[in-house]
């Protein structure tokens, strides 16, 4: 068997730590994603060529940067797109680029910021948003990306090659946003980070609950952002990812079906992700400026100090979320509050605001708001009204573990007969 070729085993370490890295700098350099990807690759070919035979350099990134910035030029050249090397430098910045900004750790960083805001951009379609940014900053192939949303590959290829023909016909700027228009721009990252991890927490559709690469991915670009720009919701997302992601091991059983949060053997759940959790969460609410992420996730954090279920504490809970309702109304908190006031007051309670809610015409067509009535029925004993709320909840389900959950629910349903629905049996 022969031996390990250590200059390639270290051409792959380098690609692996630094090549988003690379890549960020070069579409700056560059002013184009496709250039710039077809740059980076050229350089790492470039380095498994030179590198064996002159040795690794001292800054693997700056000589890779350097490589592909030139590589560039040269291809544009030999398609004679330009008439000459200073034309190439007026239309891309090339030719006035200083060389220290390839090595200097905040320049790299800032370029990986922008490269975030600029997958991010608002002109985008929230859809291209995400698998852009899954593609150029997190590197993840078309393939993987399509199979984790179930999309056919060229759907998902199309995607993002309209989304970098937007960014260029648009003119979209690579730049961070100014600090007047930071607030509503972040919103938007975060946003794509958030549905990206709820894609990987809770698969919307497929055969597994969960897709751990999604959930991992978005987590990695949280404490990406956090170290860059560690504004409280930036914060409040990384936090609210991890107190959810702590508790993955123990939400399905070994066949894969669904364990509600009140079943769950929250002795597998990860200390340390809920203790990095819990701090960022005291750290956003402390700023004075936590929004919607960091309310949430201070409610993940209650769910996480209880040591049983029968701990938690569900007055705090309703608190939080009266406070998110004012912050960010929306229906989906209103159901998600209207179960925590059915654990601290009882079925009923929590009844009457879900159907309050529906009465509005809102969430008719949302899984989880049949799901909770169904449940909330069950436990006032009304069985028919149960079955019909379970029913339709599974016709809303399109993930299996969920539908296997509901059916299974819906099966253990024992009719009780009209007059003792009447008289109220539990």
Known sequence: MPATDPVHDVVSGVYLSESRRVLATLIRLLGDFDVA??????????????????????????????????????????????????????DTDLGAVDPVEWTDEESVEDDRLR????????????????????????????????RAFITPAPTLAQRIVRAKAKIREARIPYQVPTPAELPARLETV???????????????????????????EAIRL??????????????????????????????TSESGDVVLLEDQDRSRWNREQIDEGSRLVERALTSGRSGPYALQAAIAAVHADAG??????WDEIVGLYDLLLLRDPSPVIELNRAVAVAMRDGPAAGLSLIDGILARGELRDYRPTHAARAELFRRLGKTRDARSAYERAIALTKQEPERRYLQRRLAELKDPGPSAERRGAV
Not at 46 to 61: I, T, Y
Not at 120 to 146: M, S, Y
């Open 37 to 90: 990807e077809e740059a980076l690759h050229d350089a790492f070919r470039a380095a498994l060529e030179q590198w064996p035979r002159d040795g690794v350099p001292s800054n693997p990134r700056a000589w890779l940067v350097s490589a592909g910035r030139f590589k560039a030029i040269d291809a544009a050249r030999r398609r004679k797109r330009f008439d000459s090397l200073d034309e190439i430098g007026e």
């Open 115 to 146: 490269l975030i805001f600029t997958c991010c951009h608002p002109a985008l379609a929230p859809d291209a948003q995400v698998a852009l940014t899954l593609r150029e900053v997190c590197g993840l192939t078309t393939e993987e990306i399509a």
């Open 190 to 216: 975060l946003r794509v980070v958030y549905l990206v991890f709820n894609e990987g927490y809770a698969a919307s559709s497929g055969s597994v609950l969960t897709r751990e690469e999604l959930s991992s």
């Open 222 to 251: 949280g404490r990406l952002l956090v170290d860059l720009l560690p504004e409280p919701e930036a914060l409040g997302l990384l936090a609210l990812m991890l107190l959810h992601e702590s508790r993955r091991l123990a939400r």
């Open 308 to 313: 049983t279920p029968g701990e938690t504490d």
